[in-house]
């Protein structure tokens, strides 16, 4: 039995209070442009994570009135197919958010592939000009992992400003953005990766810890002072001794140990990845508003 002391932060429970609003928001504005905003995922290949994501969050679109314009393709299409793909929807009006599914088939430039999306569309936040304009503090599209973090931190009003926060991992996906995001909040900032030398010891002088190494209970009781929040990222498949063949999501950090200690903690599931979706979708709703001139 665990004698956790750790405040869980819900991040499902926000997710729906944010989707929520976002369906006000486009009623709202739908009444006035007579037309809904449209998200198109793009997905090559059958990964069964990304299947589920893709499920995810179209099933989330219908719920709250956005137009799915999801394609999915075999695993050997071209690059010129996607990248075709990817600029008729640019050319079209009814389409406000673009996002290529990840991980891409080995043949396919995902790289290249993500660089041809209309900024403006570009709901991944993860376009050079959207980064850039991260960087400068200016306004855009933001990456939505890194932005569903945030929101949890500030739903919970757990306060950056002059804390020292530890973000494990360096990612273009997350880690990277994530730093910036928490020192424009002026966190004091550490990122810490695979060549970190005593891990323990950088992560145990943190008010906030973000895992996402993406490994398996990376983060353990011992690396955590007393009191941190812990946020996980991490959303690792791993076998399940108890049913043979099937797996279970475990995150970054081990859950059951580390809630002894923390003062707030994101479990795996229902933590950051309800948020990533509200995320996304919010950015959908953003770009509608901005090309629709609201």
Known sequence: MSDRIANILDGKALAKKIKLSLKDRIESIQSQVNRPPGLAVLMVG?????KVYVRNKEKSCGKLGINSYGRHFPSQTSFEEVKNAIL???QNPEVD?????LPLPEH????????LIHPDKDVDGLHPLNLGRLVRGEEGLRSCTPAGVMRVLEEYEIECSGKNVVVVGRSILVGKPLA???LAKNATLTIAHSRTQNLAGVTREADIVVAAAGKPNL?????????????????????????????????DVDFESVAQSAGYITPVPGGIG?????????????????????
């Open 219 to 251: 983060i353990s009781k011992e690396m955590i002072k007393v009191g941190a929040t812990v946020i996980d990222v991490g959303i690792n498949r791993i076998p399940n001794p108890e049913e043979e063949g099937k797996f279970r999501l475990v995150g």
């Open 108 to 115: 396919l430039d995902s790289v290249a592939l993500l660089n």
């Open 180 to 182: 910036l995001m928490l």
């Open 88 to 90: 008729e929807l640019n």
């Open 97 to 101: 958010g673009i996002l290529v599914q």
């Open 46 to 50: 059958d990964n069964p994570a990304s």
């Open 274 to 294: 309800p948020m990533t979706v509200a995320m996304l979708l919010e950015n959908t709703v953003l770009s509608y508003q901005r090309r629709m001139g609201i």
